[in-house]
């Protein structure tokens, strides 16, 4: 999943009504995964300048980033940070955590070649799902455009389904986040085919 679909959907499951001080710690965790890809992006693009096809095809392949990466999606470390924040009764934290979590399950069923060892650093294992979020070559085009609708519609309903003003302004944000991840995919995108 892009990463602004994150925050939608664990907010829709995880997010209640009556507990809107718990919004902003789950949309942290559902984003937090996903921190060291964009670090890794401005390293590589702004500061060792490669182009994108050189990036996804090899850069982001690299043993260390992938340790990073994987670090961050590892259900193990995540499920013990999880269980240390509720054992010690910090809700918040606890909110984090689980969210962080639903990330995990998330991108195992939506990644194929580009997966995670979601089980770092016990095992090395990836799991290549038999569909992709952005690959058309695994019904990317197909997952992207639902994708894109369960964002709207969710967006929607958490609008409604909350009135503090600062979830309907981390709502806001996220929505704000996918446009321009959307409009950067694009962007990106014509200039790699241009390129070629």
């Known amino acids: 999943m892009n990463t602004p679909a994150h925050a939608v959907a ?3 499951i995880l997010g209640r009504k009556g507990k809107p001080h718990l919004a902003w710690p789950i949309v942290a965790g ?7 890809m964009f670090v890794f992006y401005a390293v590589v693009k702004l500061g060792e300048r490669l ?11 690299r043993p260390g980033w992938q340790a990073v990466f994987d670090g961050f999606h590892s259900l193990p470390l995540i499920a013990l940070c999880l269980l ?13 955590f689980a969210s962080m979590a639903l990330h995990v399950p998330e991108d195992f069923f939506l990644h194929h070649e ?5 089980f770092f650093p016990f095992s090395d294992w990836r799991f290549a799902s ?3 979020y952005w690959d058309p070559a695994y019904h990317g085009t197909l997952i992207g455009g639902l994708e894109a609708l369960m964002v709207i519609f969710g967006s929607l ?3 409604r389904r909350y009135e503090a003003r600062f979830v309907r302004a981390a709502i806001a944000a996220v929505g704000g986040l ?19």
């Open 84 to 96: 240390v924040a509720w054992r010690l009764g910090a809700e918040r934290w606890t909110a984090l």
């Open 114 to 118: 580009d997966g995670h060892r979601h």
């Open 178 to 196: 996918y446009a321009l991840f959307f409009v950067f995919a694009l962007v990106t995108w014509a200039d790699g085919l241009a390129a070629n």
């Open 10 to 12: 664990n907010l829709l």
């Open 157 to 159: 309903f958490l609008w």
């Open 51 to 61: 182009p994108e096809r050189e990036i996804w095809s090899h850069a982001y392949y």
């Open 130 to 132: 038999p569909v992709s």
């Open 30 to 36: 559902a984003i937090l995964p996903d921190v060291p």
